[in-house]
C-alpha cells in the first residue's frame, strides 16, 4: 500500500486565497464522503475549484477511491475547505462514495490504518472526528460513522488511548 502524491497535478489556483498552517496547529483529522461513486481526483479538483466552489484547492488533504487507492491531494501544512471553523486544527480525508448507501468494505480500515501510521512516522498524535460532527451534514453518512466509531473503539481497546503517547 502507497499513498500516491498528486499534489503537482492539482495545484494550488494563484491568486485565490489559502493559508498554510504549523504542525503544533493540527490536532485532528477528519473524515468525509464523497457523496457519489465513480469520482475521480479530476473531478473533485474540477468541483471544488471551478465548478461548485471556486475554493483554491480540493477541500481535502487525502483521496480514498473505491479500489482502495490513496491520493495525497493537498500538503498537509495547507489549510484546506473541509469544514468551515475547523480547518486550520484538522487533515481531511475523503472516502469515494455514498456511505449512507454503501458498506463498508475491508480496504477502509486498511486505508485508514496506512494513514493514520504514516502520519504517526511524522510524529502527528491526532484525534478521529466525522464532517457530522461539526457541521449540519450528511456527510460521511450512517454506515461510515458507525465504521469510524468502531474503529475509535478498536483502538482504545488495543492502545488505552486513541494514539499512545509520543516521547
Given at each position: 500500500m502507497e499513498i500516491i502524491n498528486v499534489q503537482t497535478l492539482y495545484p494550488i489556483i494563484k491568486g485565490r486565497s489559502y493559508k498554510l498552517r504549523s504542525?503544533?496547529?493540527i490536532k485532528d483529522?477528519?473524515?468525509h464522503h464523497s457523496g457519489s461513486n465513480r469520482l475521480t481526483v479530476a473531478d473533485l479538483y474540477k468541483l471544488h475549484t471551478d465548478t461548485l466552489h471556486k475554493?483554491?484547492?480540493i477541500g481535502y488533504h487525502f483521496y480514498i477511491t473505491?479500489?482502495?487507492t490513496i491520493y495525497q491531494v493537498n500538503d498537509i501544512f495547507t489549510v484546506v475547505n473541509g469544514c468551515q471553523d475547523r480547518n486550520t486544527r484538522v487533515i481531511h480525508i475523503c472516502f469515494e462514495g455514498d456511505y449512507n448507501k454503501?458498506?463498508?468494505m475491508d480496504y477502509h480500515k486498511?486505508?485508514?490504518d496506512f494513514i493514520l501510521q504514516w502520519l504517526l512516522d511524522k510524529r502527528?498524535?491526532?484525534?478521529?472526528?466525522w464532517h457530522a460532527q461539526y457541521k449540519n451534514t450528511y456527510c460521511p453518512g450512517t454506515n461510515m460513522i458507525q465504521f469510524i466509531k468502531a474503529y475509535i473503539k478498536l483502538k482504545n481497546t488495543q492502545s488505552q488511548l486513541i494514539w499512545p503517547e509520543l516521547e
Open positions: 504542525k503544533s496547529d483529522i477528519m473524515i475554493w483554491a484547492t473505491k479500489t482502495g454503501d458498506i463498508i486498511k486505508c485508514l502527528f498524535s491526532l484525534n478521529i472526528t
